[in-house]
């Protein structure tokens, strides 16, 4: 057992309650109490202690959506248009999963990514995982990981093949499974899986009762080949696949695969209309955007009023340095602060907080995303500047990185909070 309090503790729940100079005593399994540092101090006489001045405690942050197997790219993909990147990408993946590229390792960059994650006071992933590749640096790492095996595949005669290499996936990432490791699925999107393929994926999802994820209507591309079946796709799978082939689905006959299922996590939906956020509202699915990868493939934010109209949590993410120059979720934070220019500096402050705590767990049974008594015990500190109000944009604007991290109630990460050294 033991004590940690700080200038303020911010419980990140529905209210955005905040404790001033309040503290959190918990143990390896959960949290057991939180109250005034020192009413905590006196409770529980002889505890270890260690107040953070300057500093805030919140949830460990969730980083929802992750590509850490695309850690090596440096400017060797195509940003600024979505179907130059997505080309960039099918000629260059091979370079891109190397052990080897220019000096640093596969298994190097991917180490620094989840280093990159922990230093921003990320405690949770939600990794999609192309060739499992990841695995086992993810499984041994501190983070708690939901891991997504991605299913991708758009050529009938290579159906069953790719459906038996998921299943071997997936059967490799249940022997890593525990209470912080968790296998699922991941579909990659409409214009790339087979509806046959989709099928026998999702029925094996449902069976197994295993968590969802899948990127949708990321591009105008994709909306237009799902609408249509005509232009950049038309040519994209002629050229790389050697195919003529029109779409799978519609949108909405493609969200229609999903109605059974619940908490599925769909990513970017930068052209998702009413009815599509409709649908994925009355599936209780949640909305994970990625606003510097955004900007880079398609010049495009999410509008997080439109979520709002229909209930559907807001969830933030870094995705992979396949389109993007950090994994920090930190930074991602502080980019969507100053690129959403037109909403109220604090309560949108507040609303980014959420989007990477509470809202990251609302309908799960996942214990986290908010600091209360019986959640498990995964908390970060930040330095922020010396105030006597708690303001959200403070955190987001002025904290580079974690100055400790507490998974499991144990510290994984510790910075000097005067100096912000390591």
């Not at 404790?19 to 959190?24: A, D, M, S, T």
């Not at 290499?165 to 059967?171: D, H, Q």
């Not at 005067?418 to 390591?422: D, F, H, I, V």
């Given at each position: 057992?033991?004590?940690?309090?700080?200038?303020f503790?911010?419980l990140c729940d529905?209210?955005?309650?905040v404790?001033?100079?309040?503290?959190?005593c918990?143990?390896?399994?959960?949290?057991?109490?939180?109250?005034?540092?020192?009413?905590l101090c006196?409770?529980?006489?002889g505890v270890?202690?260690?107040?953070?001045?300057s500093?805030a405690?919140t949830?460990?942050?969730a980083?929802?959506?992750?590509?850490?197997?695309?850690?090596q790219?440096a400017g060797?993909l195509h940003f600024g248009?979505?179907?130059?990147?997505l080309d960039?990408v099918?000629e260059?993946?091979?370079?891109?999963?190397?052990?080897n590229l220019?000096g640093?390792?596969?298994?190097t960059?991917m180490?620094?990514?989840?280093?990159e994650?922990?230093?921003?006071?990320?405690g949770?992933?939600g990794a999609?995982?192309?060739y499992?590749?990841?695995?086992k640096?993810?499984?041994?790492?501190?983070?708690?990981?939901?891991y997504?095996?991605?299913v991708?595949?758009?050529?009938?005669?290579?159906?069953?093949?790719l459906?038996q290499?998921?299943?071997?996936?997936?059967?490799d990432?249940k022997?890593f499974?525990s209470e912080?490791f968790i296998p699922?699925v991941?579909?990659?999107s409409p214009?790339?899986?087979?509806?046959?393929?989709l099928e026998?994926?999702?029925?094996?999802?449902?069976?197994?009762?295993?968590?969802?994820?899948?990127?949708?209507?990321?591009?105008?591309?994709e909306?237009?080949?799902l609408e249509?079946?005509?232009?950049y796709?038309k040519?994209f799978?002629?050229?790389?696949f050697?195919?003529e082939i029109t779409s799978f689905y519609?949108?909405?006959?493609?969200?229609?695969?999903?109605?059974?299922?619940?908490?599925t996590y769909f990513v970017?939906?930068?052209?998702?209309?009413?009815?599509?956020?409709e649908?994925?509202?009355?599936?209780?699915?949640?909305i994970?955007?990625?606003?510097?990868s955004?900007?880079l493939?398609?010049?495009k934010?999410?509008?997080?009023?439109?979520l709002e109209?229909y209930?559907?949590?807001?969830?933030?993410?870094?995705?992979g340095k396949s389109s993007n120059?950090s994994?920090?979720?930190?930074?991602?934070?502080r980019?969507?602060?100053f690129?959403?220019?037109n909403?109220?500096l604090e309560?949108f402050?507040?609303?980014?907080?959420?989007?990477?705590t509470?809202?990251?767990?609302l309908?799960t049974?996942?214990k986290?995303?908010s600091l209360?008594?019986?959640?498990?015990?995964?908390f970060?500190?930040?330095?922020?500047?010396?105030?006597?109000e708690?303001l959200a944009?403070?955190?987001?604007?002025y904290?580079?990185?974690?100055?400790?991290?507490y998974?499991n109630?144990v510290e994984?990460?510790?910075r000097?909070a005067?100096?912000?050294?390591?």
């Open positions: 057992m033991q004590i940690i309090g700080a200038d503790v911010v529905a209210e955005f309650r404790f001033k100079r309040g503290g959190i918990f143990d390896s399994k959960e949290i057991l109490a939180i109250d005034s540092y020192e009413g006196a409770q529980y006489k270890p202690s260690q107040y953070f001045e500093c405690i949830p460990a942050l980083n929802l959506h992750l590509h850490l197997e695309f850690s790219n060797l248009n979505f179907g130059k990147w960039s099918l260059n993946r091979e370079v891109l999963m190397q052990e220019e640093i390792s596969l298994k960059a180490q620094q990514g989840i280093q994650c922990l230093q921003s006071g990320v949770f992933v999609v995982s192309s499992g590749y990841d695995l640096i993810l499984a041994d790492s501190p983070l708690r990981v939901l997504f095996n991605e991708i595949g758009s050529k009938a005669g290579v159906l069953d093949f459906f290499n998921f299943l071997a996936r997936l059967e990432s022997s499974q912080s699922a991941a579909i990659h214009y790339s899986v087979h509806s046959k393929l026998k994926v999702l029925e094996v999802a449902r069976k197994e009762n295993l968590p969802l994820s899948v990127h949708f209507l990321e591009s105008l591309a909306k237009e080949w249509s079946s005509k232009g796709f040519s799978f002629k050229r790389f050697g195919e519609s949108a909405q006959s493609f969200l229609e695969f999903f109605k059974n299922t619940k908490n970017h939906c930068l052209e998702a209309d009413s009815l599509a956020l649908t994925i509202a009355k599936m209780q699915g949640k994970i955007t990625c606003p510097k955004n900007r493939l398609n010049s934010l999410l509008n997080p009023r439109a109209r209930g559907i949590p807001l969830c933030l993410g870094t995705d120059d994994l920090s979720l930190l930074d991602e934070l980019i969507a602060l690129a959403y220019c909403e109220p309560s402050a507040r609303e980014l907080l959420l989007s990477v509470r809202n990251a767990f309908n049974t996942f986290l995303g209360q008594v019986g959640n498990l015990a995964d970060a500190v930040f330095k922020i500047p010396k105030t006597r708690f944009q403070n955190l987001i604007l904290a580079r990185w974690a100055n400790a991290l998974i109630g994984v990460l510790k000097n005067e100096t912000n050294n390591l």
